[in-house]
């Protein structure tokens, strides 16, 4: 039984931060995702704002202008201070990680018409075509249906 979506949401990761400096894509997606995410029961740590956003939201991760994962969020923790330079955390289902062929933006037009381009914003995207950019993915990788 598919359970519905209750929203998507753009999680924009900068390649000038600590940990990803230097990092390819792929680098990125087997180390981070696959492997990373994985081990830490689906805790990813974040710098300064988390996401406000309801359980069951989809996560699209974005790093060098590209989507490049997917996981089911959970829930955002925020510290009470700062931890180890991390602000908070947010937590994903581990079962819904998954890396996939790099969408750049024109792939993302392609479901979303009026995606207005990457940046450092988490933007909103309308949840009830999230089947068709699903179904456009190629070399899915990981370990869920998200």
Avoid: C
């Amino acid at each position: 039984m598919r359970r519905e979506i209750a929203a998507v949401r753009i999680w924009p990761m900068s390649d000038k931060a600590p940990g990803f400096v230097g990092r390819s894509i792929e680098d990125v997606q087997r180390k981070t995702f696959l492997r990373d995410l994985v081990k830490s029961k689906g805790r990813f740590r974040y710098r300064s704002s988390g996401l406000n956003a309801p359980a069951g939201t989809v996560i699209l991760f974005q790093f060098k202008a590209r989507i490049i994962a997917s996981a089911v969020f959970l829930r955002d923790e925020k510290f009470e201070r700062p931890r180890g330079g991390h602000g908070g955390a947010i937590y994903v289902e581990v079962g819904s990680v998954r890396t996939f062929e790099p969408v750049d933006v024109e792939g993302m037009r392609k479901v979303w018409a009026g995606f207005r381009g990457y940046g450092h914003v988490k933007q909103w995207l309308n949840p009830t075509l999230y089947g068709v950019f699903r179904r456009g993915l190629r070399k899915v990788v990981g370990r869920g249906n998200s």
